[in-house]
């Protein structure tokens, strides 16, 4: 049952609903600990993250008939998440992100190919950047989504997610010059 690809798990939990879940824990149990990972630092707090989460799930769950395979399931999981962080951002009245987000925490859980250099450098760089740069960052280096994945949770434009990533990378490369 567990060799089931994510397009059978998302047909079989679709089949199942409203009464039959099992199918459904199947398909969101490896995204669930990433989840909270990526909710805790947009957050910055566990239990805060814990309860996006869990809404997150609540809502996939409640509009998983609705899913199309416009975008993977993992990037249609990470935008419910990532606009159920926006929306408790927006409750606690804090649009204040930059003091906000762990960047060493960020950074430093980033997977590296011995990239220190980099990991620095982006460190030192994080403070001056906009919450939505530094979101694109989290979820380009911290999750390894695509490109078009960013830019659907982010609800941008492709070009636009490249853009800013590739302006990100050119100022690393003149502070590392």
């Given at each position: 049952?567990?060799?089931?690809?994510?397009?059978?798990?998302?047909?079989?939990?679709?089949?199942?609903?409203?009464?039959?879940?099992?199918?459904?824990?199947l398909l969101v149990k490896p995204y669930v600990s990433p989840l909270v990972g990526y909710c805790t630092k947009l957050l910055n707090d566990g239990h805060d993250?814990?309860?996006?989460?869990?809404?997150?799930?609540?809502?996939?769950?409640?509009?998983?008939?609705?899913?199309s395979w416009q975008t993977s399931f993992r990037a249609?999981?990470?935008?419910?998440?990532?606009?159920?962080?926006?929306?408790?951002?927006?409750?606690?009245?804090?649009?204040?992100f930059d003091s906000d987000v762990d960047i060493e925490?960020?950074?430093?859980?980033?997977?590296?190919?011995?990239?220190?250099?980099?990991?620095?450098?982006?460190?030192?760089?994080m403070p001056e950047l906009s919450w939505i740069d530094k979101n694109i960052?989290?979820?380009?280096?911290r999750t390894s989504l695509d490109f078009q994945e960013i830019a659907d949770i982010?609800?941008?434009?492709l070009s636009a997610v490249k853009m800013r990533h590739s302006r990100i990378i050119e100022a690393l490369q003149n502070k590392f010059d």
């Amino acid at each position: 049952m567990t060799s089931l690809s994510e397009q059978q798990l998302v047909l079989l939990a679709q089949q199942g609903l409203p009464y039959d879940t099992r199918f459904f824990q199947l398909l969101v149990k490896p995204y669930v600990s990433p989840l909270v990972g990526y909710c805790t630092k947009l957050l910055n707090d566990g239990h805060d993250a814990e309860d996006a989460v869990q809404e997150t799930l609540i809502k996939a769950l409640s509009h998983l008939k609705q899913f199309s395979w416009q975008t993977s399931f993992r990037a249609w999981l990470y935008r419910i998440a990532h606009n159920e962080c926006i929306d408790r951002l927006r409750m606690r009245q804090r649009w204040s992100f930059d003091s906000d987000v762990d960047i060493e925490g960020l950074i430093s859980s980033t997977p590296s190919d011995n990239d220190d250099d980099f990991q620095h450098f982006l460190l030192q760089l994080m403070p001056e950047l906009s919450w939505i740069d530094k979101n694109i960052m989290l979820l380009r280096y911290r999750t390894s989504l695509d490109f078009q994945e960013i830019a659907d949770i982010c609800e941008m434009k492709l070009s636009a997610v490249k853009m800013r990533h590739s302006r990100i990378i050119e100022a690393l490369q003149n502070k590392f010059d």
